[in-house]
């Protein structure tokens, strides 16, 4: 049981931490990017390498890159955090666009279908770790040339898997959902509360 009820976020990304307050968790953030020699993760599938596995390693290696930050910057030894959204569309995996192109072309492809989020959650403190994974099906409506510009003006596809953010106006494309709205957002608050628990926090 742990005696101090903080975590470490092993991610820069705003809604994480809007989510994590939503259920009053308390953490702090590291700043992996900002560690000398970036002890960051290299996020890039391997061969082969299924969405869902690929969410999952993705998460375990952020995880474990914080806890070497904790270790390097000799930090109260908090559980560290981390997790990893992918898109799967047809088996292929739509990761962060690049740029503004691949944006517009990741939007065409989702535009009227169906596709998978998996988002995989990791928690790591000491020698231990704990994994869940969250899969959830989204369905866009059909969204013409128009459509797709008018969204990428907004610049919400920027550093978003698939190049949308359900959060904001892409919410006016999803005709269906079926499973966790909060993991399609970033962080599946009921895998993410049960590993918290099994460290000894409350949720």
Same mark, same amino acid.
């Given at each position: 049981m742990l005696v101090d009820k903080r975590i470490y976020l092993a991610s820069q990304s705003p809604r994480?931490?809007?989510?994590?307050?939503?259920?009053?968790i308390a953490f702090d953030v590291l700043p992996l990017r900002a560690v000398p020699g970036r002890m960051d993760v290299v996020e890039v599938p391997e061969a082969g390498e299924a969405a869902p596995d690929f969410a999952? +390693?993705?998460?375990?290696?952020? &995880?474990?890159?914080?806890? *070497?930050?904790?270790?390097?910057?000799?930090? @109260?030894?908090?559980?560290?955090?981390?997790?990893?959204?992918v898109v799967e569309l047809d088996g292929a995996i739509l990761g962060k666009p690049a740029d503004r192109t691949e944006a517009e072309s990741?939007?065409?492809?989702?535009?009227?279908?169906?596709?998978?989020?998996?988002?995989?959650?990791?928690?790591?403190h000491e020698a231990r770790v704990e994994l869940r994974l969250s899969t959830s099906s989204v +369905?866009?409506?059909?969204?013409? &040339?128009?459509?797709?510009? *008018?969204?990428l003006e907004t610049g919400?596809? @920027?550093?978003?898997?698939?190049?949308?953010g359900i959060q904001g106006r892409a919410g006016a494309y999803v005709e269906h959902i079926e499973g966790s709205y909060s993991g399609i957002m970033g962080l599946p608050l009921y895998d993410t509360a049960v590993l918290l628990r099994s460290f000894g926090l409350v949720v």
């Amino acid at each position: 049981m742990l005696v101090d009820k903080r975590i470490y976020l092993a991610s820069q990304s705003p809604r994480r931490r809007e989510l994590l307050k939503q259920i009053g968790i308390a953490f702090d953030v590291l700043p992996l990017r900002a560690v000398p020699g970036r002890m960051d993760v290299v996020e890039v599938p391997e061969a082969g390498e299924a969405a869902p596995d690929f969410a999952q +390693r993705m998460a375990t290696e952020k &995880a474990a890159c914080g806890w *070497r930050a904790v270790d390097a910057r000799h930090l @109260l030894r908090f559980p560290v955090l981390g997790a990893d959204t992918v898109v799967e569309l047809d088996g292929a995996i739509l990761g962060k666009p690049a740029d503004r192109t691949e944006a517009e072309s990741m939007l065409a492809r989702l535009s009227g279908s169906e596709h998978r989020v998996h988002t995989a959650v990791a928690m790591q403190h000491e020698a231990r770790v704990e994994l869940r994974l969250s899969t959830s099906s989204v +369905r866009f409506s059909a969204l013409d &040339a128009e459509a797709i510009a *008018r969204y990428l003006e907004t610049g919400e596809y @920027l550093g978003k898997a698939g190049a949308y953010g359900i959060q904001g106006r892409a919410g006016a494309y999803v005709e269906h959902i079926e499973g966790s709205y909060s993991g399609i957002m970033g962080l599946p608050l009921y895998d993410t509360a049960v590993l918290l628990r099994s460290f000894g926090l409350v949720v």
